[in-house]
């Protein structure tokens, strides 16, 4: 997610998938809701019953507490789940997604947060216990689709841990 979030063929292609049978929800970037055409895909998704993850990815940076909070609220009205995902520099920035995950959760919505990078990697497994609803991990550690992803083995083992830690 994050690459090319207002490109017609990807929008047609997200579009398109919706028809299969497999299909339980689309990931779909807040900008192309808010700047684009996105506004389709959201639509074609809930005459077919699929939940829509609304995101936001920056790979620069942790924005500052105010503005995580605008971001992941508004994802959070436009999809069934707002996704956060954001680049943690240092261990506040962790802690600041970590405090608007669970800001957002207790007023009821529903967030989907992860820090990339080395410095935010922990955030994957342990943002569920502030509230967040959704992990993403590739099966094999090649499969990596962002910085700091653990493979599916590796979280599903640190998240048992916790759940019993907890």
Known sequence: GGEAPNDPQRLDELESALEHPGVEAVDIELDAIRDGDGERVVEAARERDLSVVVSVHDF????????????????????????LAVTAVTSEDVLSLLEETWR?????????????????????????LYGSRIGYAPVGPADATAPGQYDLATLSKLLDTLDTTF
């Open 60 to 83: 620069e940076r942790t924005p500052d507490p105010d503005r995580l909070r605008t971001l992941l609220t508004a994802a959070a009205d436009y999809g069934d789940v707002g996704k």
């Open 104 to 128: 957002l959760t207790a007023r009821g919505s529903t967030v989907a947060t992860m820090a990339m990078g080395e410095t935010g990697r922990h955030s994957r497994a342990v943002a569920p």
